[in-house]
């Protein structure tokens, strides 16, 4: 340790410190299973809409988003191992669950659009198919739009 490090030196270590902690921090995230249980969450709740009871929607609607609150944020400081990464908040970054709450709403607001689409389309029980649509999107993609999603925000 008693080696002096040139200017030069200490820069490219620095560097390469910041390299690692941004693919550390690329790797923080949600579980597959999280997406999946998402996508199915969206298909019922476009069901129940569609089929069910006036009020049960809007109850169920508040109880997947009670559901996700919890799980997700116990995963998105960080603090979580997901494919065996477990960073400090500093490295996971805060604007992670912004970014999440944004694909949310981006995700219902398309929701709405198809369901809208889709009946002015006259097409039967819309609101089932625009929750299979985000649902398989969700399934599919949700990691991936995240991370694009991160990358975009530097969070």
Same mark, same amino acid.
């Given at each position: 340790?008693?080696?002096?490090?040139? &200017?030069?030196?200490?820069?490219?270590?620095? +560097? @390469? %410190? =910041?390299?690692?902690?941004? *693919?550390?921090?690329?790797?923080?995230? /949600?579980?597959?299973?999280?997406?999946?249980?998402?996508?199915?969450?969206?298909?019922?709740?476009?069901?129940?809409?569609?089929?069910?009871?006036?009020?049960?929607?809007?109850?169920?609607?508040?109880?997947?988003?009670?559901?996700?609150?919890?799980?997700?944020?116990?995963?998105?400081?960080?603090?979580? &191992?997901?494919?065996?990464?477990?960073?400090? +908040? @500093? %490295? =996971?970054?805060?604007?992670? *669950?912004?970014?999440?709450?944004?694909? /949310?709403?981006?995700?219902?607001?398309?929701?709405?659009?198809?369901?809208?689409?889709?009946?002015?389309?006259?097409?039967?029980?819309?609101?089932?198919?625009?929750?299979?649509?985000?649902?398989?999107?969700?399934?599919?993609?949700?990691?991936?739009?995240?991370?694009?999603?991160?990358?975009?925000?530097?969070?």
């Amino acid at each position: 340790m008693g080696e002096q490090l040139t &200017p030069a030196e200490a820069q490219e270590a620095l +560097a @390469a %410190v =910041a390299r690692a902690q941004r *693919q550390i921090a690329g790797e923080v995230g /949600l579980p597959r299973v999280y997406w999946w249980a998402m996508a199915a969450a969206w298909v019922v709740l476009g069901v129940l809409n569609e089929v069910g009871p006036r009020g049960i929607g809007v109850v169920v609607t508040f109880l997947v988003g009670a559901g996700h609150s919890v799980f997700a944020t116990r995963y998105l400081d960080g603090r979580r &191992p997901t494919s065996g990464v477990q960073v400090s +908040a @500093a %490295v =996971a970054g805060g604007r992670t *669950q912004v970014v999440v709450i944004g694909m /949310l709403l981006m995700l219902v607001a398309l929701t709405v659009a198809a369901a809208l689409a889709l009946d002015a389309d006259g097409t039967g029980h819309p609101a089932i198919w625009a929750g299979v649509l985000v649902g398989v999107i969700v399934g599919f993609g949700g990691p991936e739009i995240l991370r694009v999603l991160r990358r975009w925000a530097h969070a």
